[in-house]
C-alpha cells in the first residue's frame, strides 16, 4: 500500500485559509452584484408565499434601469417583526406582506412612510384599510371552507352551508380546522366566528364544534395534507379551512389533467373571512424614487394579472384580468365576515388567549 | 515543573481565541443585543417580564411539561439506541456502514415530511391501521397517533437514535474488551461486567450524547407544532407564540432567558457528572475490539435489533420514497379517472418552471447550494471546535475551561426565533453588516454543529492518558508535534464522527435557514416547504420527490464520510 506523507496541522492551516477565503468570497459576491453605471438596487423584503414571474420583474427592471432583489423573511409574522426590529437601519426599502390582521401593528410601529400612489384611485375604497396610505392594499384572499366533493357526493349528504350546519351532527368528526395561535388561517376562521356570533357567543359556538369533534391542528400544510381527505395527502377528513382560490389550483397542479377540481369553496355569506395584503415603503430607506415606482407597478394591471397564478391570491385593481382558470373555479364569496384591522389589534391576544383556555386546555 | 504549568495555561489560552472570538460576535453580541431591545420595549421594569412569566400558571404547566417529555424522550432514546451503539462497536458485519448511514437519515428531515410519513403509516387511514381494522373488523381505526403525546416522543426517538448510534458507537468500538474479559475470568457475570465495567468506562460518551440529546428534545419546535398538535407546547414554542403572534417581546426575552439559563444549569450538571465519571484509559484500534457474528446469541440479537430499526427508522423513509414514484388520485371517487401506478411525473416537474417563476430553482442548484453549506459548516465547526476541545481536556475543570465549558453549549439551547432576530439587530452594521449575506446561514449552522463537535471529540481526547503527552514532551516533542503524532490520530475516528454531525445538522436545518436565506441560493429543506406550503396534487408530489433526494444525498454523504481516509485519520 502506498503511504501518503501528510502533515495535518499543514493541511488545517490550508483549510481554514481555504474556508475563509470561500466564505469570504461568497459574502461579497452577492451584495456586491456588479452594479452597471445607472442602475441602481432596490430592496423589497416580502414573507416567504411571495412570488413573481421571471418576466413580468425583467419588464420593471429594464423600464427603470434598475435590479430588484428580493428579500424573503419568514412568514408573514416573522418578515413584519424584522422589519419592526430593523426599523433605524432598514434591511430593505419596501416591505410587501403584512395583511389586515397585523396592518395595525405595522402602522403602530411607524415602519412606514406616507406614499399616495396615482394609481390608488383605481382601487375600490372597501380594501383602503389604511386612509393616510402608509400601507397600500395589493391583493386579497378569502379563507373560506373547502369540501371534498367526491365524499358528499358517495354519502349523498349535501355540504354544509353556513357555520352553523359544522355543529350538527350530521357533518360530526368532518371537519379541521388550525389553531389561530399558530396559523394564518386559522386565525382568520376565528375571526369569522367572531364576526357571525359576536364576542359573547363565538365560545359556544367553538364548544358546540369541540362535541362535533372537530380537529385542531397547528399548521395549514397538516390540515390540507394530512388531514384533508380531497388533497393528495389521503387524510380521514372531508371539511378543511383553507382559501377560496384552493380548488382552482387542484386543477392547475392535478398529478393528472383534470377539468373538475376535486374539492369545492364554500362561499355562502359570513363564512369566509378576507385577508388584504399590503405594501408599503420603508422609512430611512435608501431609494424613495425607485421605491415609488415599485409601489405603482405593484398596483398596476400587469404585476397584479401576474400575482394569481403566482401566489394563490387576486388582484385589488378592477383592471385587472383574471386568466381564464379562476374564471371557470373560483368562486368569490359576496359578503365575507368583517373585523377592523384596529379591532383585531385590540383583541387579538385576549381572544386568543380565552379561546386557548376554553377550546384546547 | 511551573514552568510547563505557565506553558499550560498559555497553551489553553491560544486554543480558546479563535471559538470565543467566533461565539463573541456571532452568537452572544446579537443574543446580547435582542434581549436588552426585547427588555427595553416592556413598559415596566425589567422585573416586571420575569415576574409576569413565573406567575402565570399556563407557562409553569409549559415549563413542566418541556422538561418532562425531554427527560422521557431522552431515556427512550439511549433504550432504543444502546443497543445498537454495542452492535456497532463490537461487531462487524456486512452492511454496517449502509445501516449506520441509513439511520442517520431521519435527522435531516424536515419535520412536516416526517409528519407525513408517520400518518402514512399510522395516521386513521395509514398502512397499519387499515390492517388492523382488516384484520380484526373494526370500525374505527385501532391506533391513535397524530397530536398525541406519544406522537412527539417516537419523533424524538426516530429523530435522535443516530446521535446515540454515532457518539456511544464510536466510542465502545475502542474499549478494550479484553478489561471485561478478565472481569469474567475472576468470576463476575454478563450483568455485573456491564454494571461494573463497561457502563462506568463508557459513561463519558453516553452522557455527553444523551446531554445533546435532551437538549434537543428540550428545545423542540417542529416536532411539537405539527406531531404533538396544538394542546401540547414546549418553551421554544411559546416563545414563538409570544412574539410572532402577540408580539410581547419582553416575555418573548424573558422566556429565552429562563430556556438559557435551564440549559446551563444542565450543562453544569453535566460538566460536574462527567468530571467524576471520566478516567482516561488505553484506547484500542477497532481491529483488535471487533468480531464478527459467530456465536448464534450474537446473532439472533444483530438479527432482532436490526430488524426493529429498519422497521422503526427505515419504513417511514421508505413510505416516503415509494410515494414519491407513485401516480395516485386518493379517494376523489367517480369524480375523475383513478390512476393508480409509477410516475416519475414528480420528478420530471421538479426540472422545469412551469409559472416561469422568479424563484424557481432547479433541484440541482438546491442541491449544490445545500451542499456548499454544508461543507463550509464542516470546515468551520471542526476548525472552531478542535481547539475548543483540546483546551477543555488540557486543563479539565481548571481555570478559564470552568467558564467557558458549560458556555459552548448555549447556542444549542437558544431559542432559533430569538437568536434570529439578534442577528437583525446586530450585524447591521459594517463590516459586519450580514444581514443580506449567504454566509449568515453557514454561520448560523455552525452555530449548531460547534458543540456537536466539541461534545463528539471530548470524550475520546479524554481517554488519551496525560502521560502519552507527557511522555512526548519529556522526550523532546513540541506541542505542535504532540498534537500531530498523538491527538490527531487517536481521535481520527471522533473526527469523522464529528463532521458527519456537522454534515447533518447543515442539510436538515431549516428554521434559522428560513429567516435568512437568499431566494438565488434555497436550500433543499426550503424548497420542501416551498412546495409544501402551496395546494396541488403535483406540488405535494413534488415536496416528496425532493424529500427523497434529500435522503438520498444524506445516505450518500455519510457513506463518503465513513470512508475518508486521510493518513491515519480514521483508521484507528
Keep these: 500500500m502506498k503511504k501518503i506523507r501528510f502533515n495535518p496541522i499543514k493541511s488545517l492551516v490550508y483549510i481554514v485559509v481555504l474556508s475563509i477565503l470561500t466564505t469570504a468570497c461568497t459574502a461579497i459576491s452577492p451584495t456586491s452584484s456588479p452594479t452597471i453605471s445607472g442602475t441602481k438596487e432596490l430592496t423589497v423584503m416580502v414573507h416567504d408565499s411571495f412570488a413573481a414571474s421571471d418576466e413580468v420583474i425583467q419588464d420593471f427592471e429594464d423600464e427603470h434601469q434598475a435590479k430588484i432583489v428580493f428579500l424573503p423573511s419568514g412568514d408573514t409574522g416573522t418578515a413584519l417583526n424584522k422589519a419592526i426590529l430593523s426599523k433605524g437601519n432598514p434591511l430593505a426599502d419596501v416591505f410587501y406582506g403584512v395583511d389586515n390582521t397585523f396592518l395595525s401593528r405595522a402602522l403602530d410601529e411607524g415602519i412606514f412612510d406616507a406614499y399616495s400612489s396615482p394609481v390608488l384611485t383605481e382601487i375600490p375604497e372597501e380594501f383602503k384599510l389604511d386612509s393616510n396610505n402608509y400601507a397600500l392594499p395589493v391583493d386579497y384572499g378569502d379563507v373560506c371552507l373547502n369540501y371534498d366533493r367526491a365524499y358528499f357526493q358517495e354519502k349523498g349528504i349535501s355540504p354544509p352551508m353556513s357555520l352553523e350546519d359544522l355543529s350538527k351532527p350530521k357533518y360530526k368528526s368532518l371537519l379541521v380546522v388550525q389553531n389561530p395561535a399558530t396559523s394564518s388561517p386559522g386565525l382568520a376562521f376565528l375571526l369569522t366566528t367572531i364576526a357571525q356570533y359576536g364576542e359573547d357567543g363565538y365560545l359556544d359556538y367553538w364548544k358546540k364544534l369541540k362535541e362535533n369533534d372537530v380537529l385542531i391542528v397547528n399548521d395549514w400544510e397538516t390540515a390540507y395534507y394530512t388531514e384533508f381527505s380531497g388533497s393528495s395527502g389521503k387524510g380521514p377528513r372531508p371539511i378543511v379551512v383553507s382559501y377560496d382560490s384552493s380548488p382552482a389550483f387542484e386543477v392547475i397542479y392535478a398529478e393528472t389533467p383534470i377539468t373538475e377540481p376535486s374539492t369545492a369553496a364554500i362561499v355562502t355569506d359570513g363564512t369566509c373571512f378576507r385577508q388584504t395584503e399590503f405594501v408599503g415603503i420603508l422609512k430611512g430607506g435608501k431609494n424613495r424614487e425607485l421605491a415609488e415606482k415599485w409601489v405603482d407597478f405593484m398596483l398596476t394591471p400587469k404585476f397584479q394579472e401576474d400575482m394569481p397564478l403566482q401566489m394563490f391570491v387576486f388582484p385589488v385593481n378592477p383592471h385587472a384580468k383574471l386568466d381564464e382558470v379562476f374564471v371557470k373555479y373560483l368562486k368569490l364569496p359576496e359578503k365575507t365576515a368583517y373585523i377592523s384591522p384596529q379591532a383585531i389589534a385590540q383583541n387579538r391576544e385576549r381572544w386568543l388567549q380565552t379561546w386557548t383556555e376554553a377550546i384546547l386546555r | ?572
Design chain 2, 1 to 572: 515543573m511551573r514552568n510547563i504549568i505557565h506553558q499550560d495555561w498559555f497553551i489553553v489560552a491560544a486554543l480558546w481565541t479563535a471559538p470565543v472570538v467566533f461565539l463573541s460576535i456571532f452568537y452572544f453580541y446579537p443574543l446580547g443585543s435582542i434581549l436588552i431591545t426585547s427588555f427595553s420595549r416592556g413598559e415596566g421594569s425589567l422585573v416586571s417580564p420575569f415576574y409576569e412569566m413565573l406567575s402565570s400558571p399556563s407557562i409553569q404547566n409549559i415549563f413542566c411539561f418541556t422538561v418532562w417529555q425531554a427527560t422521557l424522550s431522552t431515556i427512550l432514546t439511549l433504550i432504543v439506541g444502546l443497543p445498537g451503539a454495542y452492535l456497532i462497536a463490537r461487531y462487524n458485519f456486512r452492511g454496517k456502514s449502509l445501516l449506520l448511514a441509513l439511520t442517520s437519515i431521519p435527522f435531516v428531515l424536515p419535520t412536516l415530511v416526517v409528519a407525513s410519513a408517520f400518518s402514512a403509516l399510522l395516521g386513521p387511514r395509514g398502512w397499519i391501521n387499515l390492517a388492523l381494522m382488516g384484520l380484526f373488523d373494526l370500525s374505527h381505526p385501532p391506533i391513535q397517533f397524530v397530536n398525541t403525546f406519544w406522537a412527539i416522543l417516537v419523533a424524538h426517538v426516530f429523530y435522535n437514535t443516530t446521535i446515540i448510534l454515532r457518539s456511544v458507537g464510536d466510542f465502545w468500538s475502542h474499549l478494550d474488551p479484553r478489561q471485561g474479559q478478565a472481569g469474567q475470568v475472576l468470576g463476575a457475570n454478563r450483568l455485573q461486567t456491564l454494571f461494573h465495567i463497561t457502563l462506568p468506562l463508557l459513561m463519558p460518551a453516553i452522557l455527553a450524547s444523551a446531554m445533546l440529546v435532551f437538549i434537543f428534545d428540550f428545545t423542540s419546535f417542529g416536532v411539537i407544532l405539527v406531531l404533538g398538535g396544538p394542546r401540547y407546547a414546549t418553551l421554544e414554542v411559546e416563545i414563538y407564540y409570544q412574539t410572532i403572534s402577540l408580539f410581547n417581546l419582553p416575555l418573548a426575552a424573558a422566556l429565552s432567558v429562563l430556556q438559557l439559563v435551564c440549559t446551563l444549569g444542565f450543562m453544569v450538571f453535566y460538566t460536574r457528572l462527567s468530571a467524576k465519571v471520566s478516567r482516561p484509559f488505553t484506547l484500542r484500534p477497532r481491529r483488535y475490539t471487533q468480531s464478527r457474528l459467530i456465536s448464534w446469541k450474537s446473532r439472533t440479537f444483530a438479527a432482532l435489533y436490526i430488524t426493529f430499526l429498519i422497521a422503526f427508522l427505515v419504513t417511514p423513509l421508505i413510505a416516503l420514497a415509494a410515494r414519491s414514484f407513485t401516480r395516485l388520485e386518493p379517494n376523489r371517487g367517480q369524480l375523475t379517472p383513478v390512476q393508480t401506478g409509477f410516475t416519475l411525473d414528480y420528478y420530471k416537474e421538479l426540472t422545469g418552471n412551469r409559472r416561469q417563476s422568479l424563484f424557481y430553482a432547479p433541484p440541482s442548484t438546491a442541491i449544490a447550494v445545500s451542499l456548499t453549506y454544508a461543507l463550509i459548516t464542516i470546515i468551520l465547526s471542526l476548525s472552531l471546535g478542535f481547539p475548543a476541545s483540546l483546551a477543555l481536556v488540557r486543563e479539565r475543570g481548571k481555570g478559564i475551561n470552568r467558564v467557558f465549558d458549560p458556555l459552548i453549549m448555549l447556542p444549542l439551547g437558544t431559542s432559533a426565533i430569538t437568536l434570529g432576530l439578534g442577528f437583525i439587530i446586530a450585524l447591521s452594521h459594517p463590516p459586519l453588516d450580514l444581514r443580506k449575506s449567504v454566509l449568515l446561514i453557514p454561520l448560523a449552522h455552525t452555530l449548531v454543529a460547534f458543540p456537536f463537535v466539541v461534545r463528539s471529540l471530548t470524550p475520546a481526547l479524554l481517554s488519551i492518558k496525560p502521560r502519552l503527552r507527557q511522555a512526548a514532551s519529556v522526550m523532546g516533542a513540541s506541542p505542535v508535534q504532540v498534537l500531530r503524532h498523538i491527538d490527531l490520530p487517536l481521535t481520527g475516528r471522533a473526527l469523522l464522527v464529528a463532521a458527519a454531525f456537522a454534515f447533518t445538522i447543515s442539510l436538515g436545518e431549516f428554521g434559522a435557514t428560513a429567516l435568512i436565506y437568499r431566494p438565488e441560493y434555497p436550500t433543499l429543506p426550503v424548497m420542501i416547504y416551498r412546495y409544501l406550503s402551496q395546494p396541488g396534487g403535483l406540488n405535494y408530489g413534488q415536496a416528496l420527490a425532493l424529500s427523497t433526494i434529500l435522503m438520498v444525498i444524506t445516505g450518500a454523504g455519510m457513506l463518503a464520510i465513513e470512508r475518508f481516509r486521510i493518513a491515519d485519520i480514521g483508521e484507528f
